[in-house]
Structure formats: C-alpha cells, structure tokens
C-alpha cells in the first residue's frame, strides 16, 4: 500500500528532526507531492535511515528526491537479489503473469523468496505454492516431494469435508 499525505508528513519531520532539511521543506504535504506518495512508508522510513546514517555526498541536506530514489533503489537491489519465480504447472498465461506480478511485489514488499511464492500461489487463487513437477524420466519420486504433496492432498480433503 502506498504512503498517505501524513506518512509522507512523518518522514519528512524524521528527515527535519535529524537536521538535514528545513522545517518548510518538509513539512506538510509538499514532499507528499513531490513523490513520496509513489513509495511505500517502509520503503521511505528505510531510506531515510540509509540517507542519515551515510550521508549524501557533498550535501548536508535530504530531499524528497533524494528519499524516492534510495527507496527505489532498495527495492531494485531486493528484486535483484531474488531468484527468478516458477508459476505451479496447471496456469494459463494470464494466471502465469498474476503470479510472477504478485511475487515481485511481495519481493519488492521485503518478503523472502519462499514466502513471496506462498504470497503468490495464494494471489491466483492455490492454496499452496507446489513447484512444477520435473518431466518424467522413470526415476523413483523424491520422499521429500511425496510427503509434500500428501499433505497438501490431506489439507485439501479436510478443508472439502469441513465445508461438506
């Protein structure tokens, strides 16, 4: 969810109460205008923690600009450390791009991998992220893959007798 003109207010004030802007330039929704309400509160708070602690070059002072480009920055840097997303077999194209459209949000959210695919699976509607099945090559199923599917094969069965 994106910043309200008062988170964006509150980050401003954190910028103005560690001295690195002016109490007019931060103050109000002017800095909400100026970007901020593109930004998730988390990801500017983040931000502006980075922005204080390491400064910003030969400035002493932080703008609204400045706070929307580290921010945007933290979330590149978060998608580009996660791996690629693998959409559960079973999806046509659209249910693929709703599925790789959650992930990276819940990525870009600061979720883990693991958890953005649970996030993810849960977006188009799965109960349960399952990896596609490896191609068929007459190999022995892995126990671990078997319990897996299992449980979900048994949480599904309560879940229909429950509601039956």
Request: hydrophobic residues 40%; aromatic residues 6%.
């Amino acid at each position: 969810m994106l910043m309200c003109p008062v988170q964006a207010s509150q980050i401003a004030a954190s910028v103005v109460m560690a001295g690195m802007a002016r109490r007019e330039d931060g103050i109000g929704q002017v800095w909400w205008g100026l970007g901020l309400n593109e930004l998730r509160a988390a990801d500017a708070e983040a931000a502006v923690r980075d922005l204080v602690a390491g400064g910003i070059g030969e400035r002493s002072w932080i703008t609204a600009r400045d706070v929307v480009r580290r921010a945007k920055a933290i979330r590149r840097a978060r998608h580009d450390r996660a791996p690629e997303p693998v959409p559960p077999a079973g999806l046509d194209f659209k249910g693929e791009q709703r599925f790789r459209r959650w992930y990276w949000i819940a990525v870009g959210n600061g979720e883990q991998p693991d958890t953005a695919l649970e996030l993810a699976a849960g977006g188009v509607g799965a109960d349960r992220y399952l990896p596609p099945a490896p191609p068929d090559t007459g190999e022995p199923v892995d126990p671990a893959t078997a319990a897996r599917v299992r449980g979900v094969l048994e949480q599904a069965k309560k879940k229909e007798e429950r509601r039956g």
